[in-house]
């Protein structure tokens, strides 16, 4: 805790600490992928109480990265938590953690009471606030509903929960691993994580790649890389038997790729990937191959959504609910989904609703030789 340290005594300041976020090119790796350094500013510069909320709730199919790094190094995520809470002036820290994770609901609480004890914190500055198990709690605004006790539902913006956040206050809202990386990049400088960027991308990812591969698993990788080189160089390639016959590049949510776009660099805003309608999201890579049907995998997918829908908002909650039951049809209405696609993607309160039907799109431009039309 040596960086935190320096940074409480003022040894480092505030403006040192802007410079190496905006540096580095470090963005949320929660999925939205807004600038680290442009976050913390915007909280920082609002007056009175403040907090800092951890999402530590993964519940992006196919995303496991955040879970990993607890298990083998829960003080690098503590530190960067600290930092931040430091940065912004907070009065404490929530973190908001799936309760599907027991194991590391129990490591935080041993290693936040060893922090105490060692008058590294106050106690109860950091706080663990388990979550059920809803999807939704994965946006900001449903998890800060669901940290106060409430039904996780998205609030409208604005107000945005930069300046009306958890308990009326101004909040800063960071992906577990965002903070994880946050001391390295202090102590080590920005060119150290900014510098492993390829094909002009600054950074890297953590991948956590599932799916007809030989070695799943959390692949730290540069950002930039395609499909094809994290398969060949760090998964060991393709499960033998299987051929790559498309990929998910963002978890559920980020579209469906076919092979013959195995050459797309994988990053945020990545204009590549959002020309086809795709992002990266969490990163969560799921690869498919010839033994998979993208009509089932769709389906799967909204079956999902159609589940987790919080129901607050009535495009999303019929909207996934009548697309599941179009494509279960044989023969699919190309008409009736589209529409009910454009109505999800257009009214939905939040990216729940405005991206579920991503993988029937992608199925219906890159996969039309699996679907028969009435």
């Known amino acids: 805790y040596a960086i935190a340290k320096k940074i409480n005594d003022g040894v480092i300041s505030k403006k ?19 600038p680290t350094g442009k976050k913390w500013e915007i909280v920082s510069g609002y007056k009175g109480r403040k907090f800092v909320a951890v999402n530590g709730d993964e519940g992006e199919p196919g995303t496991f990265k955040d879970r990993s790094y607890l298990e083998s190094d829960p003080h690098r995520f503590l530190e960067g938590a600290l930092i931040a809470s430091y940065f912004i002036d907070a009065k404490k820290v929530y973190i908001y953690m799936r309760d599907e994770y027991p194991a590391i609901i129990q490591i935080l609480n041993i290693e936040i009471k060893k922090l105490e004890d060692e008058n590294l914190i106050p106690k109860n500055y950091f706080i663990i606030r388990r979550g059920a198990g809803a999807y939704i709690c994965g946006e900001e605004s449903a998890m800060i509903e669901s940290i ?9 913006r604005p107000p945005y929960v930069a300046e009306v956040g958890l308990f009326g206050c101004p909040t800063l809202t960071n992906n577990l691993e965002t903070l994880f990386w946050i001391r390295d990049i202090i102590e080590k400088g920005p060119r150290w994580f900014a510098d492993n960027g390829i094909a ?4 890297f990812h953590s991948f956590s790649v599932s799916g007809r591969v030989k070695n799943p698993g959390v692949k730290v990788a540069p950002a930039g890389i395609t499909i094809q080189k994290l398969i060949d160089d760090y998964c060991g390639g393709m499960a033998d038997g299987h051929e790559l016959k498309g990929y998910l590049p963002g978890g559920a949510s980020g579209g469906i790729l076919p092979a013959s776009m195995n050459n797309i660099p994988l990053d945020y805003g990545s204009k590549e990937l959002s020309d086809l309608g795709c992002f990266l999201g969490s990163a969560a890579i799921v690869v498919l191959s010839d033994k998979d049907s993208m009509k089932d995998v769709a389906l799967n997918l909204l079956k999902f959504f159609e589940e987790e829908s919080c129901g ?3 495009p999303c909650r019929s909207g ?28 939905s309160i939040c990216g729940l609703g405005q991206a579920a039907t991503n993988p029937l799109n992608s199925v219906l431009k890159y996969f039309e030789n699996e679907v028969t039309y009435e």
């Open 16 to 34: 040192k600490i802007l410079d190496s976020l905006n540096q580095s090119g470090l963005k949320g790796k929660g999925g939205a992928g807004f």
């Open 320 to 347: 996934t609910e009548k697309t599941v039951k179009l494509m279960k049809e044989k023969k699919w209405n190309k008409e009736k989904l589209k529409d009910l696609s454009e109505v999800m993607s257009q009214a």
């Open 200 to 203: 002009g991308k600054k950074g």
């Open 148 to 156: 106060e006790g409430k039904r996780g539902l998205p609030r409208h």
């Open 312 to 314: 607050q908002c009535t």
